[in-house]
T-cell receptor, first 113, second 116 residues
Framework: AQTVTQSQPEMSVQEAETVTLSCTYDTSESDYYLFWYKQPPSRQMILVIRQEAYKQQNATENRFSVNFQKAAKSFSLKISDSQLGDAAMYFCAYSGGDDKIIFGKGTRLHILP | GAVVSQHPSRVICKSGTSVKIECRSLDFQATTMFWYRQFPKQSLMLMATSNEGSKATYEQGVEKDKFLINHASLTLSTLTVTSAHPEDSSFYIC????????????FGQGTRLTVV
């Protein structure tokens, strides 16, 4: 079975600084997707970034980028120029052949003004 | 853009009663929807996969007789919590793939269930 591990329950970063959230996963599949979702206090799940496993190039979305290391099964999220609105729970997630999206335990990100 | 709407957003029910939660894909058809449960300050736990026109597939440890899922149309899946008890109190979230090939999923706003 696939698993997603986030080892950082909480992190803090100064406003305008850069922070990296870690995620590792385990799978025997070769074709899958990885995601980072943001869950603000409203609890609405918001897709931050998506990575297709067969693409070697790391995905980027404005201030958000990932470091995808397929062999190491690592998928970290870098947030540049952190803003107060980035404060939220961040979930790393995996979706493979059965289409299910499996989530890690999450990392709560605090932005310090 | 694609939207998944969940209703109600909050519900309080008495112990022993049943409550139904609806999940609708508003501008796309979803043959498959997913139901998650989220305890406070915890992750989303997949409960079941809802398949249009067929039985839902439940994850291990999820009681199918407690959590009844019906996916009668391509835009609506319902989760009914039967004979609810206080331990069923939780936040329930549904999701649906807008584009399965790209694994683009959208999530409902969630339903906070409180059983008293």
């Amino acid at each position: 079975a696939q698993t997603v591990t986030q080892s950082q329950p909480e992190m803090s970063v100064q406003e305008a600084e850069t922070v990296t959230l870690s995620c590792t996963y385990d799978t025997s599949e070769s074709d899958y997707y990885l995601f980072w979702y943001k869950q603000p206090p409203s609890r609405q799940m918001i897709l931050v970034i998506r990575q297709e496993a067969y693409k070697q190039q790391n995905a980027t979305e404005n201030r958000f980028s990932v470091n995808f290391q397929k062999a190491a099964k690592s998928f970290s999220l870098k947030i540049s120029d952190s803003q107060l609105g980035d404060a939220a729970m961040y979930f790393c997630a995996y979706s493979g052949g059965d289409d299910k999206i499996i989530f890690g335990k999450g990392t709560r990100l605090h932005i310090l003004p | 853009g694609a939207v998944v709407s969940q209703h109600p957003s909050r519900v309080i029910c008495k112990s022993g009663t049943s409550v139904k939660i609806e999940c609708r894909s508003l501008d796309f058809q979803a043959t498959t929807m997913f139901w998650y449960r989220q305890f406070p300050k915890q992750s989303l736990m997949l409960m079941a996969t809802s398949n249009e026109g067929s039985k839902a597939t439940y994850e291990q440890g999820v009681e199918k007789d407690k959590f009844l899922i019906n996916h009668a149309s391509l835009t609506l899946s319902t989760l009914t919590v039967t004979s609810a008890h206080p331990e069923d109190s939780s936040f329930y979230i549904c999701s649906a793939f807008w584009d399965r090939r790209k694994a683009e999923a959208f999530f409902g706003q969630g339903t906070r269930l409180t059983v008293v």
